[in-house]
């Protein structure tokens, strides 16, 4: 296993078939969609990925291939738009730049450097058109071996702490079959900010929070929620989704829907259950969920978190918070 960063393990940070098919659990493919435009972070995402934007000083995009990694992945299909390949360049190795390094002596620098390069083998996918998730989800499917029988997808938008989560997934596959989605437990007041997921009991008989899904409902009304547990950016499905993947009707602007085809599985008696997470998320993907990941990870860390501390003190001061 490749060795952890103070980002990922120190502090807040911490660093569908039957149940018999779901008995082989080893997940190969962990699967990224990286094909967005990154508006929200305009205009700095006009020559920047928004997945490559620094949570400290490690791209968010190398976040997610350590969690990958640690989950025993060995392939990452980044799924990217024809002009956005430099999400992938991060991963290649810079020669002149570590021989530089290294000339001068700077082995914490190019521990960094090489770091990314050798954390996992990453595969590009490329989205001619932005066709909805689950457009982006179908594409990875011919990368992958005859023999994965489960994927994991990870949004790089979702920060999901402490990492570890999809292992877990893993253990409830291994028990119950079929697909593992991530859920949080929220506020009722927020859930209209979310999928919600329709649940029921299950038999389940192990550590975590479990329940079997019934369906999900995109941003409710508050008083129209089935639950208050919502999704979040992870997923361990079960290769049947690249079939109902193909047999959905596209949305509106044509796209397809992951949910949709998670939601195929269910009506044709696939398993599917999420697992209730205990941590925290941060939302990349918008500057207000950027910045306190930020902050978080800043104040973890031992090089800059007494002094950060110092510093926001003064700043809420300043503004009477």
Not at 64 to 86: H, N
Not at 178 to 198: H, I, Q, T
Not at 200 to 211: A, I, L, M, T
């Amino acid at each position: 296993m490749p060795k952890p960063i103070w980002g990922v393990v120190r502090g807040t940070v911490f660093f569908m078939t039957s149940p018999k098919s779901g008995n082989s659990c080893a997940v190969k493919t962990v699967i990224v969609p990286a094909a967005g435009l990154g508006t929200r972070f305009l205009p700095a995402t006009k020559t920047v990925p928004k997945e490559l934007l620094p949570v400290v000083d490690t791209p968010g995009i190398e976040l997610i291939a350590e969690e990958a990694a640690q989950l025993g992945a060995t392939r990452l299909a980044v799924i990217t738009a024809p002009k956005k390949q430099e999400v992938l360049d991060h991963f290649n190795r810079f020669p002149e730049l570590e021989a530089t390094l290294e000339s001068r002596g700077k082995k914490d620098q190019l521990a960094k450097v090489v770091r990314a390069a050798e954390l996992i083998q990453p595969v590009s996918v490329v989205q001619e058109t932005p066709l909805g998730l689950g457009h982006a989800v179908g594409l990875a499917e011919s990368v992958l071996d005859d023999d994965e029988d489960v994927v994991a997808v990870m949004l790089p938008d979702d920060l999901v702490l402490p990492m570890g989560v999809v292992e877990k997934m893993v253990e409830v596959r291994r028990q119950l079959g079929g697909s593992v989605l991530c859920a949080f437990d929220v506020p009722r007041e927020d859930v209209y900010n979310y999928g919600v997921f329709d649940i029921e009991e299950c038999d389940y008989d192990g550590p975590y929070q479990v329940k079997s899904v019934k369906g999900m409902v995109e941003k409710p009304a508050v008083e129209d929620a089935p639950s208050t547990f919502v999704a979040t950016g992870r997923y361990l499905l079960d290769c049947a989704i690249f079939d109902a993947l193909r047999r959905i009707t596209p949305g509106a602007g044509g796209e397809l829907q992951l949910t949709d085809a998670i939601a195929l599985l269910i009506d044709e008696g696939h398993p599917v259950h999420i697992l209730v997470h205990d941590g925290k998320r941060h939302d990349l993907g918008n500057p207000g969920g950027y910045i306190p990941a930020v902050v978080d990870f800043g104040l973890s860390d031992p090089t800059y978190g007494p002094h950060l501390k110092k510093v926001l003190r003064t700043i809420l001061e300043e503004h009477g918070a």
